[in-house]
């Protein structure tokens, strides 16, 4: 991991989570995700069991 400090933030407001892809061209594009848990505890209760599921 490169950079560490960025698993360690998180944004919480709807308005933050915007992002805009301006000038890229049309096509394919690979994008990698990578997710970091920091609110959803790991202690087994119903506010962290099946949280996250991927399909």
């Known amino acids: 991991m ?4 960025l698993y360690r ?3 919480i407001s709807p308005l ?4 805009y892809g301006l000038c ?3 096509g ?3 994008v990698k995700l990578y997710f970091s848990e920091i609110v959803i505890t ?3 209760n ?3 069991l ?3 599921i991927f399909d």
Do not use: F, I, Q, V
């Open 2 to 5: 490169s950079n560490p400090e």
């Open 9 to 11: 933030t998180a944004r």
């Open 16 to 19: 933050s989570l915007k992002y």
């Open 24 to 26: 890229l061209w049309n």
């Open 28 to 30: 394919p594009y690979t």
């Open 42 to 44: 790991d202690d087994k």
């Open 46 to 48: 119903y506010t962290s």
């Open 50 to 52: 099946g949280r996250r």
